[in-house]
C-alpha cells in the first residue's frame, strides 16, 4: 500500500464509483487491512478512533468500486456537527454570538470530512489503484454521497501539502483549499542535543533555552521513563491530558481514556509513551508515534501545578529529542498549536491542507471567497514570524 503513487497524469482506464460503508462491513473488505500501511496511523488508528472516540462522530468509510463490483481501496471520513468559525476565537464572531441567540445553529452545519478526526489525512491506494484515481472518483462522487448523508457541508480535512496536485480535481470541483494550523518538523540530525543547540540556534535562543531548562537543573527526582503499553499507569495520564485540552483555545477531537489504553495494546509497534515523574508523582507524559526515520509527538499532558514554574515543556522537548537522536531518528514532528517555542527551537512548518464545499451550488460561492478569512491561520501572529509560513498558502 502506497500513500501517493508518483504519476498523477495517469488517467482511469476503466469506471469506478463511490459507496458508503459502515465499521461492520469492513470485515469482508480485504484492502481495508492493508489501508495506509505505509503512514504511522494505519488502519488499526482508525478503527481505535472508532471504537474509543465516539462523542459528536459518526464513522464511515468510502468504498471505491470497479466496474466489476469488486472493493479496491477504502477511504475513511466521518460526519460532525461543525462551527465552521469556532477556531476564530469569540472577539472575531461577536455579531455572530448576537445572531445565534435567535438562530443558534447559525452557521453550524452538518459536516461531512473525510480524514481522520484525531490527526492528519492521507488519501488511500493500492498498488493496482493510484491515488490520483481514488482522489478522482472521490471528487467525482462524494458531493452527492454528502446530500444523501444530510451533510451541508464537505470537508477534506488537513491533508498534507505534497497532496496539492492530486486533489486539485477537487478545486476543479467547486472546493477551495486553506490552511489548516500546520504541523512543525524539526531536524534533529546530530550527534546530541547540545550539538543541536550549538549548531541549529543562535546564541540569543541558546541562552534562554538554557535558561529554562536551569530551571530543572536543580531537581534531581525527575525521571523519564518510555514505553509502549500505558494500560497501567492510563488512570494518571489521563487527568494530565485534560489539563491540557481545557487550555486550548481551539478544541476538536477529545479524547477518552480508552482510547490510550488501546493504543499501546494495538499498536505498540508504532506507539510509544514517555513519562516524567517527580518522586512518585506523574507532572508530565507525551504520546509519540514512529514512522520511518522520525519521531511524532501527537498528544502532551502536563500538571500545571508544577509545569509552569519548572518549564517542563521545553524540559520534555530536550528529553524527547535526546531520545530521538538516541534511536537514531532524523526528525522530531509534532502537531500544531504552541508555535512560540518551536520557532525559536528553529522548526520549519509543515503544512496541512482543508478542501471544503458546500452542497448548494449558491451557498458554495459565498464559502469559497470568505474561506481564506475564516482559518485560523491567517490570525496567528507567530506564525507569521516563520520563514516559510507563505507556503500554507
Known amino acids: 500500500m502506497s500513500a501517493i503513487i508518483p504519476d498523477v497524469s495517469c488517467k482511469p482506464r476503466e469506471s469506478f464509483s463511490v459507496s458508503v460503508l459502515t465499521r461492520a462491513e469492513l470485515s469482508g473488505c480485504a484492502p481495508w487491512t492493508s489501508t495506509f500501511a505505509d503512514q504511522r496511523k494505519d488502519h488499526r488508528y482508525y478503527e481505535?478512533?472508532?471504537?474509543?472516540?465516539?462523542?459528536?462522530?459518526?464513522y464511515r468509510y468510502f468504498a471505491i468500486v470497479d466496474s466489476n463490483g469488486q472493493v479496491r481501496a477504502i477511504q475513511p471520513f466521518f460526519l460532525v456537527d461543525q462551527d465552521v468559525l469556532e477556531g476564530l476565537g469569540p472577539k472575531r464572531i461577536r455579531w455572530i454570538s448576537l445572531v445565534r441567540r435567535f438562530y443558534p445553529r447559525f452557521l453550524k452545519l452538518r459536516a461531512l470530512m473525510a480524514g481522520c478526526s484525531a490527526g492528519e489525512a492521507h488519501l488511500s491506494a493500492t498498488e493496482t489503484l493510484p491515488s490520483n484515481i481514488v482522489a478522482k472518483t472521490l471528487s467525482d462522487g462524494i458531493v452527492k454521497q454528502a446530500r444523501s448523508l444530510n451533510a451541508q457541508l464537505v470537508v477534506l480535512k488537513e491533508f498534507p501539502a505534497r497532496y496539492r496536485k492530486i486533489l486539485h480535481c477537487f478545486v476543479q470541483c467547486g472546493f477551495s483549499r486553506a490552511p489548516s494550523m500546520p504541523m512543525t518538523k524539526l531536524d534533529i540530525a546530530y550527534d546530541s542535543f547540545d550539538v543541536y543547540m550549538e549548531k541549529a540556534l543562535k546564541s540569543s535562543s541558546r541562552r534562554k533555552l538554557r535558561k529554562k531548562l536551569e530551571a530543572t537543573?536543580?531537581?534531581?527526582?525527575?525521571?523519564?521513563?518510555?514505553?509502549?503499553?500505558?494500560?497501567?499507569?492510563?488512570?494518571?495520564?489521563?487527568?494530565?491530558?485534560?489539563?491540557?485540552?481545557?487550555?486550548?483555545?481551539?478544541q476538536f477531537e477529545k479524547l477518552t481514556k480508552d482510547f490510550f489504553r488501546q493504543l499501546g495494546q494495538r499498536m505498540n509497534d508504532k506507539i510509544r509513551f514517555f513519562a516524567w515523574r517527580r518522586g512518585n508523582k506523574l507532572v508530565a507524559f507525551t504520546l509519540c508515534m514512529v514512522q520511518g526515520d522520525s519521531l511524532y509527538a501527537e498528544y502532551v499532558g502536563f500538571d500545571y501545578a508544577v509545569a509552569l514554574d519548572l518549564h517542563l515543556y521545553h524540559y520534555v522537548v530536550r528529553d524527547m529529542v535526546s531520545w530521538g537522536i538516541s534511536k537514531g531518528y532524523k526528525w522530531f514532528r509534532s502537531s500544531g498549536l504552541n508555535y512560540d517555542p518551536k520557532l525559536h527551537m528553529k522548526h520549519r512548518l509543515d503544512p496541512i491542507d482543508l478542501y471544503v464545499r458546500h452542497t448548494s451550488a449558491l451557498a458554495n460561492v459565498i464559502f469559497r471567497l470568505s474561506l481564506p478569512w475564516m482559518v485560523p491561520a491567517r490570525y496567528d501572529a507567530t506564525l507569521k514570524l516563520f520563514p516559510d509560513y507563505k507556503e500554507l498558502w
Open 48 to 58: 481505535i478512533l472508532d471504537d474509543t472516540v465516539r462523542d459528536n462522530f459518526e
Open 217 to 250: 537543573a536543580g531537581i534531581s527526582d525527575i525521571r523519564m521513563s518510555v514505553t509502549d503499553d500505558a494500560t497501567c499507569f492510563v488512570d494518571e495520564i489521563y487527568p494530565l491530558y485534560l489539563q491540557v485540552f481545557e487550555r486550548s483555545k481551539m
